[in-house]
């Protein structure tokens, strides 16, 4: 009898834990939210109205950068570029789609040949952006968001 008296006490003392509800904060929410969510990956690309007839997201982005590059290769095309030695490089360029759909070059990794024989070319490349059509921003869960990409170049000059 004494065991089943000291048995009811435990349990009676421990039992009270198993009704505690455990209250969870919207702070708490978006914290697991914001841990679950893939910052790398946007739902949308940027795109030009050019691409909006484009279906898969593939081919989107793939209109993007092909509609940039042939911008900037036809902008340096136009220009006069008188140089010593040919020039064939790749150039990397780096932008930045900013939320409201603009267009800036962040960083160009050029080569030190065709930076001596073409100094201004980060200036040509600035530029040339400005011939670019309107840009619509990247989209993730249905906002506009600011997005970062890489894009090669091939500039070659005789």
């Not at 279906?55 to 042939?70: D, V």
């Not at 011939?131 to 890489?150: D, H, M, N």
């Given at each position: 009898m004494r065991n089943l008296l000291v048995l009811i006490v435990i349990l009676s003392c421990t039992s009270c834990e198993y009704f505690n509800v455990k209250k969870t904060s919207s702070e708490a929410i978006l914290n697991e939210e914001l841990q679950t969510f893939n910052w790398n990956d946007v739902d949308e690309y940027p795109n030009f109205s050019a691409c909006d007839s484009s279906e898969t997201k593939a081919e989107k982005t793939r209109?993007?950068?092909?509609?940039i590059t042939t911008t900037i290769a036809n902008?340096?095309?136009a220009e006069r570029i008188v140089v010593s030695e040919d020039i064939h490089d790749t150039l990397m360029l780096k932008f930045r789609v900013?939320?409201?759909?603009?267009?800036?070059?962040?960083?160009?990794?050029?080569?030190?040949?065709?930076?001596?024989?073409?100094?201004?070319i980060k200036d040509l490349l600035e530029n040339?952006?400005?011939?670019?059509?309107?840009?619509?921003?990247?989209?993730?869960?249905?906002?506009?968001?600011t997005t970062e990409f890489k894009i090669p170049v091939v500039i070659q000059v005789n």
């Amino acid at each position: 009898m004494r065991n089943l008296l000291v048995l009811i006490v435990i349990l009676s003392c421990t039992s009270c834990e198993y009704f505690n509800v455990k209250k969870t904060s919207s702070e708490a929410i978006l914290n697991e939210e914001l841990q679950t969510f893939n910052w790398n990956d946007v739902d949308e690309y940027p795109n030009f109205s050019a691409c909006d007839s484009s279906e898969t997201k593939a081919e989107k982005t793939r209109c993007f950068q092909q509609t940039i590059t042939t911008t900037i290769a036809n902008f340096l095309e136009a220009e006069r570029i008188v140089v010593s030695e040919d020039i064939h490089d790749t150039l990397m360029l780096k932008f930045r789609v900013s939320q409201k759909g603009e267009l800036a070059l962040i960083h160009a990794k050029i080569d030190s040949l065709t930076l001596q024989e073409i100094p201004n070319i980060k200036d040509l490349l600035e530029n040339s952006l400005d011939s670019l059509p309107k840009l619509f921003p990247a989209i993730k869960r249905g906002q506009q968001v600011t997005t970062e990409f890489k894009i090669p170049v091939v500039i070659q000059v005789n």
